[in-house]
């Protein structure tokens, strides 16, 4: 089971952009920014490396499985599990099938959906 302290790690290692272990003060004020007044596009890459837990440039159903199931621990959520969850974000995201979403298919599958839109233009910090 992921931990609120595992998704925190998660978090934080989403805004050390240059994955050298520590969050240095350009870092924060960047992905303050981008979380809280940025672009949509910029939302949906700074989510995008979120899910990317590896840096390989692609999401895996491991990786999505892993927040997904954070999320879910933390906002008590019970009207649909993780795994379901997983399977439908990859119906709608994988479109050409190879088990891995890439940023491209993420940002172009995200910013057709009007509920990850709204979602995102709504969150302020």
Not at 53 to 76: K, N
Not at 107 to 116: F, L, R, Y
């Amino acid at each position: 089971m992921v931990t609120r302290r595992s998704f925190a790690h998660l978090v934080f290692s989403s805004f050390d952009q240059n994955r050298d272990g520590g969050v240095d003060f350009k870092e924060f004020i960047c992905a303050l920014y981008i979380t809280s007044r940025g672009e949509v596009n910029d939302k949906l890459q700074w989510a995008f490396n979120l899910y990317d837990i590896d840096g390989d440039g692609f999401i895996t159903r491991t990786e999505c499985l892993t927040i997904i199931s954070a999320i879910h621990s933390m906002m008590d959520v019970t009207s649909d599990t993780p795994e379901n969850m997983t399977d439908k974000i990859f119906k709608q995201l994988d479109k050409n099938l190879d088990g891995r979403v890439s940023k491209e298919e993420f940002i172009e599958g995200s910013a057709k959906n009007p509920s990850i839109i709204n979602i995102l233009n709504s969150s302020r910090l």
